[in-house]
C-alpha cells in the first residue's frame, strides 16, 4: 500500500449529547487532518452515538500510535463510556471467522483474501458446527469447533459455549471478528465484548 492509499480510521461511539461531532472535528482540523470520510447515526433505542472517520494518513504530522493518544483525550472528554479505536489501513488485520454450515461467506472471504480485494489476514476459523473444517483446512487455516445445545433446551451450556467461543477468539487477538452465516444470536456480554469490531454477514 502506498502513501496515498494509506489511511488512518477512527471509529467512536458513545450517549449521544450536543457537541460531539464538533468536539471530533476540531481535533481532526486542528491535527490538520483531510478528511477523506465522513459517517455518523445515532440509535434512538439506545441513545447511543457512533461515527466512522477516515482521513488521508499523510496529511497528519504524526504515525497512528501519536494520534491515537492525542485522540484518547478528547474521548475522555466527551464520555467515559466511550469506545473508540484508531487504525491505520497500512497494518495487516487479523480477522478470525464465525460459521454454521453454509459455506458461500466463507468462500467469498477466502477468495477475496487470496486475492488481496480484501486487506487482511484470515487467523482462524471457529465453528459450532464441523461442515466447513475442510474448507478451512484446505486453505492452510486453523480450524475449531466449539459444540452448542440446540436452542432453548440448556442455557448454562449455552453459556458455557459462549464463553469457550469468546475465550477462543481473544486467543487471536482479531481486529475483526466476521460471523459469516453464524446461526447463533450473540448474547449482550459479548456484543459489548466486540463492539465496534463484528460485522455480521449472510449474503
Not at 41 to 69: I, K, M, Y
Not at 109 to 121: C, M, N, T, V
Not at 122 to 149: K, M, W, Y
Request: proline share 5%.
Amino acid at each position: 500500500m502506498n502513501d496515498a492509499s494509506r489511511s488512518y480510521v477512527i471509529t467512536f461511539s458513545c450517549p449521544d449529547r450536543v457537541g460531539i461531532v464538533a468536539a471530533i472535528s476540531r481535533f481532526l482540523a486542528d491535527a490538520g487532518a483531510w478528511i477523506t470520510e465522513a459517517a455518523y447515526a445515532t440509535d434512538s433505542a439506545t441513545g447511543w452515538f457512533f461515527t466512522r472517520q477516515v482521513v488521508r494518513a499523510s496529511s497528519v504530522p504524526c504515525e497512528a500510535d501519536e494520534l491515537r493518544l492525542s485522540f484518547s483525550r478528547v474521548a475522555a472528554t466527551l464520555s467515559p463510556e466511550a469506545i473508540w479505536r484508531v487504525s491505520d489501513t497500512r497494518r495487516t488485520k487479523r480477522v478470525v471467522v464465525l460459521v454454521t454450515r453454509e459455506s458461500h461467506c466463507l468462500h467469498d472471504l477466502l477468495g477475496r483474501a487470496i486475492s488481496g480485494e480484501l486487506p487482511a489476514q484470515i487467523s482462524a476459523v471457529i465453528g459450532n458446527n464441523e461442515a466447513l473444517r475442510t474448507t478451512a483446512e484446505a486453505h492452510g487455516l486453523q480450524f475449531s469447533f466449539v459444540p452448542f445445545p440446540k436452542p432453548g433446551t440448556d442455557p448454562q451450556a449455552t453459556d458455557a459455549a459462549f464463553d469457550e467461543l469468546a475465550a477462543q477468539v481473544e486467543d487471536h487477538n482479531p481486529h475483526t471478528v466476521v460471523l459469516a452465516r453464524f446461526m447463533r444470536v450473540l448474547p449482550a456480554r459479548l456484543c459489548t465484548a466486540w463492539s465496534g469490531r463484528a460485522i455480521n454477514i449472510h449474503h
